[in-house]
Protein backbone atom coordinates (compact mmCIF):
# COMPACT_ATOMS: atom_id res chain seq x y z
CA UNK A 1 0.00 0.00 0.00
CA UNK A 2 2.73 2.42 0.92
CA UNK A 3 5.28 1.92 -1.91
CA UNK A 4 2.20 3.37 -4.30
CA UNK A 5 3.49 6.20 -5.37
CA UNK A 6 -0.23 7.87 -4.88
CA UNK A 7 -0.26 6.78 -1.34
CA UNK A 8 2.39 9.18 -1.06
CA UNK A 9 0.68 11.85 -2.81
CA UNK A 10 -2.26 11.37 -0.56
CA UNK A 11 -0.39 11.30 2.39
CA UNK A 12 1.37 14.49 1.68
CA UNK A 13 -2.00 16.32 0.80
CA UNK A 14 -3.31 15.04 3.93
CA UNK A 15 -0.37 16.59 5.78
CA UNK A 16 -0.33 19.77 3.61
CA UNK A 17 -4.36 20.16 4.87
CA UNK A 18 -3.78 19.84 8.54
CA UNK A 19 -0.83 21.76 8.29
CA UNK A 20 -2.98 25.30 6.60
CA UNK A 21 -5.87 24.15 8.79
CA UNK A 22 -3.58 25.18 12.37
CA UNK A 23 -1.90 28.10 10.65
CA UNK A 24 -3.14 31.69 9.94
CA UNK A 25 -4.66 32.22 6.49
CA UNK A 26 -4.69 36.22 6.01
CA UNK A 27 -5.08 39.58 7.45
CA UNK A 28 -8.32 41.46 7.09
CA UNK A 29 -7.85 45.41 7.28
CA UNK A 30 -10.37 48.26 7.48
CA UNK A 31 -10.98 51.47 5.53
CA UNK A 32 -8.71 53.13 7.40
CA UNK A 33 -5.40 50.17 6.75
CA UNK A 34 -5.91 49.44 10.62
CA UNK A 35 -5.34 45.46 11.01
CA UNK A 36 -9.23 44.13 11.37
CA UNK A 37 -8.75 40.76 11.79
CA UNK A 38 -6.46 38.05 11.53
CA UNK A 39 -8.20 35.06 9.63
CA UNK A 40 -7.73 31.40 10.60
CA UNK A 41 -9.63 28.57 9.30
CA UNK A 42 -11.83 28.27 12.57
CA UNK A 43 -12.10 32.13 13.41
CA UNK A 44 -11.56 35.94 13.10
CA UNK A 45 -8.76 36.98 15.63
CA UNK A 46 -9.32 40.79 16.86
CA UNK A 47 -6.75 42.55 18.50
CA UNK A 48 -8.36 42.22 21.87
CA UNK A 49 -8.41 38.76 21.48
CA UNK A 50 -12.39 37.92 20.69
CA UNK A 51 -12.65 35.25 18.44
CA UNK A 52 -15.74 34.96 15.82
CA UNK A 53 -16.49 31.87 14.06
CA UNK A 54 -17.35 33.37 10.67
CA UNK A 55 -14.47 31.95 8.87
CA UNK A 56 -15.74 28.15 10.17
CA UNK A 57 -16.91 27.04 6.61
CA UNK A 58 -13.27 27.39 5.76
CA UNK A 59 -12.18 25.21 8.44
CA UNK A 60 -15.08 22.66 7.55
CA UNK A 61 -14.08 21.95 4.09
CA UNK A 62 -9.91 21.31 5.06
CA UNK A 63 -11.36 18.94 7.86
CA UNK A 64 -13.39 17.15 5.09
CA UNK A 65 -10.50 17.13 2.80
CA UNK A 66 -8.07 15.82 5.58
CA UNK A 67 -10.50 12.99 6.64
CA UNK A 68 -11.04 12.34 2.39
CA UNK A 69 -7.09 12.00 1.83
CA UNK A 70 -7.16 9.66 4.78
CA UNK A 71 -9.47 7.54 4.02
CA UNK A 72 -8.81 7.49 0.17
CA UNK A 73 -5.42 6.04 0.96
CA UNK A 74 -7.01 2.69 2.87
CA UNK A 75 -9.22 2.83 -0.47
CA UNK A 76 -6.30 0.95 -2.73
CA UNK A 77 -8.22 -2.15 -3.58
CA UNK A 78 -11.57 -0.30 -4.99
CA UNK A 79 -9.53 1.87 -7.55
CA UNK A 80 -12.30 3.38 -8.98
CA UNK A 81 -14.37 4.75 -5.62
CA UNK A 82 -10.43 5.97 -4.59
CA UNK A 83 -10.28 8.06 -8.38
CA UNK A 84 -13.52 9.43 -7.66
CA UNK A 85 -12.72 10.33 -3.93
CA UNK A 86 -9.92 12.41 -5.44
CA UNK A 87 -11.93 14.45 -7.93
CA UNK A 88 -14.26 15.17 -4.67
CA UNK A 89 -11.56 16.26 -2.43
CA UNK A 90 -10.07 18.72 -5.12
CA UNK A 91 -13.71 20.39 -5.12
CA UNK A 92 -13.92 20.50 -1.40
CA UNK A 93 -10.40 22.34 -1.50
CA UNK A 94 -11.71 24.67 -4.50
CA UNK A 95 -14.79 25.25 -2.86
CA UNK A 96 -12.13 26.78 0.17
CA UNK A 97 -10.51 28.51 -2.26
CA UNK A 98 -14.15 30.24 -3.31
CA UNK A 99 -15.11 30.69 0.82
CA UNK A 100 -11.69 32.32 1.08
CA UNK A 101 -12.59 35.09 -2.26
CA UNK A 102 -16.04 35.53 -0.47
CA UNK A 103 -15.08 35.97 3.04
CA UNK A 104 -13.93 39.94 2.83
CA UNK A 105 -17.26 40.87 1.20
CA UNK A 106 -19.23 39.18 3.91
CA UNK A 107 -16.89 40.91 6.93
CA UNK A 108 -15.78 44.46 5.10
CA UNK A 109 -12.66 45.50 4.41
CA UNK A 110 -9.79 44.24 2.74
CA UNK A 111 -7.71 41.16 2.67
CA UNK A 112 -3.93 40.02 2.65
CA UNK A 113 -3.21 36.54 2.30
CA UNK A 114 -0.62 34.99 3.85
CA UNK A 115 1.70 31.91 2.53
CA UNK A 116 -0.26 29.13 3.80
CA UNK A 117 -2.83 29.45 1.04
CA UNK A 118 -0.38 27.64 -1.31
CA UNK A 119 -0.72 24.73 0.53
CA UNK A 120 -4.57 23.83 -0.38
CA UNK A 121 -3.48 24.53 -4.06
CA UNK A 122 -0.31 21.93 -3.66
CA UNK A 123 -2.84 19.64 -2.23
CA UNK A 124 -5.08 20.32 -4.94
CA UNK A 125 -1.90 19.64 -7.34
CA UNK A 126 -0.85 16.35 -5.42
CA UNK A 127 -4.22 14.98 -5.54
CA UNK A 128 -4.69 15.07 -9.16
CA UNK A 129 -1.08 13.37 -9.91
CA UNK A 130 -2.78 10.52 -7.00
CA UNK A 131 -5.57 10.32 -9.45
CA UNK A 132 -3.46 9.71 -12.29
CA UNK A 133 -1.64 7.14 -10.31
CA UNK A 134 -4.74 5.56 -9.13
CA UNK A 135 -6.24 5.81 -13.35
CA UNK A 136 -2.45 4.59 -14.64
CA UNK A 137 -3.26 1.46 -11.80
CA UNK A 138 -6.64 0.63 -12.65
CA UNK A 139 -5.50 0.57 -16.57
CA UNK A 140 -3.05 -1.71 -16.01
CA UNK A 141 -4.96 -3.85 -14.15
CA UNK A 142 -7.43 -3.82 -17.04
CA UNK A 143 -4.71 -5.16 -19.70
CA UNK A 144 -3.68 -7.83 -17.69
CA UNK A 145 -7.09 -9.12 -17.65
CA UNK A 146 -7.31 -9.08 -21.09
CA UNK A 147 -3.97 -10.90 -21.85
CA UNK A 148 -5.12 -13.89 -19.28
Not at 16 to 31: E, F, K, S
Not at 81 to 95: K, S
Amino acid sequence: MIQRKQTLFLLAAFILTVVCMCMQVATLYGNEGIVFAKVYNLWLSDGQGHHTFRSAPLFACLVLSALLSLVTIFMYMKRKLQATMCLINMALLVVWFLLLAVLPQRIGGSMVLEWTVVLPAVSILLQFMARRGILADEKLVRSLDRIR
